[in-house]
């Protein structure tokens, strides 16, 4: 047997011959390895520790083969070490039952030290920081606020085309009538009615407007991967901050750039869309570091929701700026908006550290139960990305359709409402603002409530992550799916339209407590890499959404087109969802598992030395 000793980040720094204790930022942890076994890093099996290694479920190796166990609280509570026989009869049990979920610190790296090991006197279960507020509140506070402003930056361009292009004067199809829906704002009432002298002065059909909505998303997207990548090997502080302060000073351009032509305002849309980039993987990753596990559903949801609150400040706010702003309306938009973005930036690198033990001033208390939570995923140290593993996944895969639904029928809503409200319903563009950012403060509300619920569901017991995430999810993206089937029906109608659209769209912030922090679940230490992968993929569906509907819609504004628009987008959510119903996963995968690096290390390591040595043989014969 060999006790190996952690850096921080899954490397070895040295080994003792009997059962050792690794020291992981300070925290003593017990490990077991056994020396003779390599588990590769492309093999998965059911239950985490795999081969030769240690079992989640509380058994010997996993309920796999020649594995050490580990005593302490495992979720069939079976003993460890053991015999052979003891641990099948174990796992046997554990089978028969159902292996009931173990949060981190109940795992067995995390399990009870012995007297003579646990020197320092550390629980297994960690105790919570004594103060309400600690550094990690701030931390996520301030990542809630970023994600707002990178929401705020990238929908604020759907309330300001509706002012900037002349709607009434557009090509349309000649058989479509005028006056489908009089709307709510008739010239009876002189003081709402929109006239000519408040139409833009751009004249872009509707599918060139998709463009210039999508565009943003171009830049977005191929971002995604490097900066997920970077981040787990550099740190995410530095590329968010960076990143987002690029995305607001190119803000200012925008007024500028789109009196040059469409080809300029599209380029300075793009290069907003790679600022912004970081955003998402860093913020994954920051949390993984920062937050606890029985935190993650509350803080991650906070966080996400950022992105609800930002859509709710930036479409009503960006209605009445381009009714009453300054610098001709529209523009101050993109004024107002930049300079928010540019201080929060400044602000975001001042204030926000890249985890607990970079932190000149955070309490010794909080540090210690950070970091007793949230094991391997800080640290210096950079493990090798099991990718093959990765993507043999099938809750990965799971994760990653969810998401790419999710951002079709998100951005279908999100670029495309203004539009719809001003095309069909008539709203003038204050109202338009107004009314098109009651959904998405319904989704930030309901999204808050979902993952306190959420968090209490796991800390019951009674719920697996793995079930939680599933529940939570159905509603948030079954519900919205729902909510577009009806919408697309209710004729003329304009606040029961919005109506159904605000209670759908709310029920969509379900998901920041479904598949949207399931990364954490699967994969702390990668979880920053895995929302890289998923979120790029999801975008590139995610900026379809705007052309597709420009194409629809393009010259037939009418609520047959607009029903196919959103039928689509609930066809797409209802799909999706499914099949994250059938493959999602909650529990920590056997790839995810530190112990495993250094021994996937030497094996790569090995594998390489015997593949020259054969090379070298065949050439000198």
Request: glycine share 10%; hydrophobic share 40%.
């Amino acid at each position: 047997m060999s006790g190996r000793r952690w850096d921080g980040g899954g490397g070895i720094e040295s080994e003792e011959e009997e059962a050792g204790v690794g020291l992981m930022s300070g925290v003593h942890v017990a490990v077991r390895h056994r020396r003779d076994v390599v588990v590769e890093e492309e093999e998965e099996e059911s239950s985490f520790g795999g081969r030769g290694s240690v079992g989640y479920d509380g058994c010997s190796g996993g309920c796999g083969r020649g594995g050490s166990g580990v005593s302490g609280s495992g979720a069939g509570g079976c003993p460890g070490p053991s015999s052979s026989s003891s641990s099948a009869a174990c796992c046997s049990n554990n089978r028969a039952s159902g292996a009931k979920h173990v949060l981190v610190w109940n795992q067995p790296e995390l399990d009870d030290l012995t007297a003579a090991d646990n020197h320092n006197g550390y629980s297994h279960r960690p105790v919570p920081a004594k103060a309400w507020i600690g550094s990690r509140h701030i931390v996520t506070f301030m990542l809630f606020l970023g994600m707002a402003n990178a929401y705020i930056m990238r929908t604020n361009m759907s309330v300001a085309i509706v002012a900037m292009v002349n709607q009434t004067a557009l090509e349309r199809d000649p058989t479509i009538p005028d006056d489908e829906c009089e709307g709510y704002y008739t010239p009876a009432a002189n003081t709402t009615v929109h006239s000519m002298s408040n139409e833009g002065s751009f004249l872009w059909s509707t599918s060139q407007q998709g463009y210039v909505l999508s565009s943003f998303f171009y830049g977005y997207v191929i971002t995604q991967i490097p900066f997920g990548i970077l981040s787990k090997k550099y740190g995410a502080k530095y590329f968010l901050g960076v990143g987002m302060l690029i995305n607001s000073v190119f803000g200012f351009l925008v007024p500028l750039s789109a009196n040059f032509g469409i080809f300029s305002l599209i380029t300075i849309r793009f290069i907003q869309g790679l600022g912004e980039g970081p955003i998402v993987p860093c913020t994954h990753a920051l949390l993984a570091k920062w937050i606890p596990p029985n935190e993650r559903s509350r803080m991650g949801a906070f966080v996400y929701a950022g992105a609800q609150f930002g859509t709710v400040i930036s479409m009503p706010l960006s209605g009445v700026l381009s009714e009453y702003g300054f610098a001709g309306g529209w523009p101050s938009i993109f004024y107002v908006f930049g300079a928010i973005g540019t201080l929060w930036s400044v602000a975001f690198l001042w204030l926000v550290h890249e985890d607990p033990e970079s932190h000149p001033t955070i309490p010794h208390d909080e540090r210690k139960y950070i970091i007793s939570s949230v094991w391997g995923a800080a640290g210096v140290s950079s493990p090798p990305v099991p990718w093959r593993s990765i993507l043999k996944s099938a809750p990965f895969w799971a994760i990653l359709v969810a998401h790419m639904g999710q951002n079709y029928g998100y951005e279908t809503l999100m670029t495309e409402l203004p539009t719809f409200m001003k095309q069909v319903l008539h709203f003038n563009i204050k109202a338009n603002g107004t009314y098109s950012s009651l959904p998405y403060l319904a989704m930030w509300v309901f999204s808050m409530v979902a993952s306190h619920i959420a968090d209490m569901m796991i800390s019951s017991e009674k719920f697996t992550h793995t079930l939680t995430r599933k529940i939570v999810n159905s509603i948030g993206q079954f519900g919205p799916a729902i909510a577009l089937i009806a919408a697309s029906y209710t004729g003329c109608d304009p606040y029961l339209t919005v109506a159904i659209l605000t209670v759908g769209v709310g029920l969509n912030g379900a998901i920041y407590s479904g598949f949207k922090v399931n990364h954490l679940d699967i994969s702390p230490r990668f979880a920053g890499i895995l929302m890289s992968l998923t979120n790029c993929l999801a975008n590139l569906a995610g900026l379809l959404a705007p052309i597709v509907a420009g194409y629809v819609i393009d010259k037939r504004p009418t609520q047959a087109a607009w029903r196919v628009v959103f039928i689509t987008s609930a066809v797409v959510y209802m799909v999706c969802c499914t099949i994250y119903l059938i493959f999602g996963n909650g529990t920590r995968q056997p790839w995810d598992n530190p112990s495993n690096d250094q021994m996937n290390l030497e094996h790569k390591k090995n594998k390489k030395k015997n593949k020259m040595a054969m090379d070298i043989e065949d050439t000198v014969q």
